[in-house]
Every structure is written in structure tokens, then in C-alpha cells.
């Protein structure tokens, strides 16, 4: 089973949790389950972030957005605080099932790895915003369960996914009349 972490630059790694699926990988040698996780980022992993080149692979991310999701069954979106997330609304329009944090900002996804506060830091413009770290060990079982067939990998629900640009052109044609 093929899993992909689109992890940005450098300023979003801290905030897309790779490190923790980084170190979830670890419990995932010798499981026999052939998983594979690819990290895919513009800019190289910061040091010590190596990935171990038998579970996780490092990549650099490809410039055309539509081989960004290739090769791969799942799509690992974890997020130390909510807001909108590009890849996760990617994958999903794609059809690619998403593993998320378990962070209200992202309730209504099936596959949710459980997190535990982190404090807080007070963005530019002055706002706290609860940090969370997702659960490493909790990542692994899961990961490990869905390759072995003993979790059901789940699809997004239809109402998450976002409207296809033929949808959306209607409705914008409706607002613009």
C-alpha cells in the first residue's frame, strides 16, 4: 500500500506534522506489509529528518499539480492546528482517501489519527492558535492495519469533496446573472 505526504517547503513542515509520520515509519519496519510512504516537498527535509529509504522515500515535489497525487492510495494530511489544507481538498476532489489529525477542523473525515494538545503560539496578526501534535504510534497501527486489510481504507464523503469546475461554473454563472 502506497501513502504520500505532500509536506510544502521548509515554514510547513512543522505545521504538517512530517517529522511525526517521519517517526511513525519506524514502527513500520519488519511488518511485512510492504507499506511505502512518500515524502514529497519543494525544498530538502531539514537535518535529521532523513527518511529511512525502506518505508519512507524523499522526493522532490514535481511542478505540474497533476502527477503530485500519483502512485499513491493515501493521502497522510496531518496538521498540528485546523484551517483550510490545498492537498487534503486536492486528494479529495481526486477521489484519494485522506488520513487527517483529529482536530475539529477536520471531524467530518472518517480516517483521523488522535492528537493530544500542544499549547499555543500567537500567529503575526496577534491570534493564539491551539497547537496539537498527532499520535505517532497511533499513525503506525493504523497505517499497518489498512495494508494488512484490517481497516477499511475510507473514502471521503461526497459533501467534503469540493465541486468540479462544470459545478462550480454554474453556480458562478447563477451569482453573476
Known amino acids: ?13 512543522y505545521r504538517n506534522a512530517t517529522k511525526t509520520i517521519l517517526d511513525a515509519s519506524w514502527g513500520l519496519f519488519g511488518t511485512g506489509t510492504g507499506v511505502k ?5 519543494l525544498e530538502r527535509m531539514p537535518q535529521g529528518w532523513a527518511a529511512d529509504g525502506k518505508v519512507v522515500e524523499y522526493e522532490p515535489a514535481p511542478r505540474d ?9 493515501v493521502l497522510l494530511a496531518l496538521r498540528r492546528f485546523g484551517g483550510d489544507s490545498l492537498p487534503i481538498a486536492e486528494a479529495t476532489a481526486l477521489g484519494l482517501p485522506v488520513i ?3 482536530i475539529s477542523s477536520y471531524s467530518a473525515y472518517p480516517m483521523r489519527v488522535p ?7 500567537e500567529s503575526p496578526a496577534g491570534f493564539k492558535v491551539q497547537l496539537y501534535d498527532p499520535d505517532g504510534a497511533e499513525l ?14 475510507e473514502q471521503t464523503p461526497d459533501r467534503l469533496k469540493p465541486p468540479t469546475w462544470d459545478q462550480f461554473k454554474r453556480q458562478f454563472q447563477k451569482i453573476v446573472r
Open 1 to 13: 500500500m502506497r501513502f504520500i505526504h505532500n509536506a510544502g517547503n521548509l515554514g510547513i513542515h
Open 140 to 153: 503506525a497501527e493504523m497505517i499497518s492495519a489498512m495494508a494488512r486489510g484490517n481497516m477499511p481504507v
Open 115 to 121: 492528537c493530544r494538545e500542544a499549547g499555543e503560539f
Open 37 to 41: 510512504i512518500k515524502v514529497r516537498s
Open 65 to 73: 499539480r497533476q502527477n503530485l497525487y500519483s502512485g499513491a492510495d
Open 100 to 102: 487527517v489529525s483529529d
